[in-house]
């Protein structure tokens, strides 16, 4: 680990001041991602801000009945807080499905957002990664591939995005309130992660001096029937090999109304679009669940390693539908 300057904030417009002073600084909440990649020589800020004491953490119900959750709020309070369980639910599992209790007991909800890829290639300094080092190439392509992205990839990048949370933030429209000097902006969470495209190490769009102080997700009545189903090589602690978030409605045996996203498959939290235009106002059945999960991962492109995620994720989109009828 490379020496860094160490900055305390006691307030958010200090914590502005300093990064903008710094711009090879970098917010430090609960740490559980960013000190892992100091310690792997993969992250080298040389002035690290922590911001854990700001007042960040609370999690409220807003003045429409949607949901206010501060960027510090831990993991574990998020997913055992009284409204997030009966209102939206698929956030709750998706959260205790990430990571295991100690991690949830510190890490943070904007720290979520903002966490790296897990591609063995990014972690391994000697390997080539176009995220970690721009320009060098992807050894992952024709590496090993089996947790990598089938949506969404480039020729410069097909690694996955690794979140649960983000997944069923996803699916329910939230949206990332971002603070800087310059002042309050609200990013679609559906739009802050950023498609690989020719520049894979830029990876959201917030910019350089803003710093995440909540996520907001408006109130949704179908999201009280909802489920997080996560598809893993072993049910302790462990990456989606593929993840699914689901909100559905179904009125006389047609579907009015729902929410799709998925993990593991997506190079960003995927949300389904496709599928969940297909599925409204069509019947409630298997079939039709079954043609909405093709439509979505028609443009999946798999390789050797990790071309039976296509497949698994039509399956699992299924399943997950099936479940809430």
Known sequence: MRPFAYVSAPDVATALGAVAGHPGAKFLG??????????????????VIDISRLPLAGIEETPDGGLRIGALARNSHLAAHPLVRARYPMLSQAVLAGASGQLRNMATVGGNLLQRTRCPYFYDTSARCNKREPGVGCDAIEGFNRSAAVLGTSDR??????????????????????????????????????????????????????????????????????RYRKVRDRASYAFALVSVAAALEVNGGAVA????????????????????????DAPATEESFRRAAEAELAPAVGRPGNHFKIELARRAIVATLRSLT
């Not at 609960?30 to 040389?46: A, Y």
């Not at 990876?203 to 109130?219: D, R, S």
């Not at 109304?257 to 409204?280: I, M, N, Q, T």
Request: aromatic content about 2%; overall charge negative.
């Open 157 to 226: 990048c097909i690694a996955a995005h690794p979140s649960d949370l983000c997944v069923a933030l996803a699916a329910l429209d939230a949206q990332v309130e971002a603070e800087s000097e310059r002042g309050t902006r609200r990013i679609p969470l559906t739009g802050f992660h950023r498609l690989p495209g020719d520049t894979p190490h830029i990876e959201t769009l917030l910019a350089a001096g803003e710093l995440i102080t909540a996520v907001e997700v408006p109130p949704l009545p179908l999201a009280a029937h909802s």
């Open 30 to 47: 609960g740490g559980t991602n960013l000190v892992d990649l100091m310690r792997r020589n993969v992250e080298h800020p040389d002035t």
């Open 257 to 280: 109304d729902v929410r799709l996203a998925l993990g593991g498959v997506g190079v960003k939290p995927w949300r389904a679009y496709a599928a969940e235009r297909l599925l409204r």
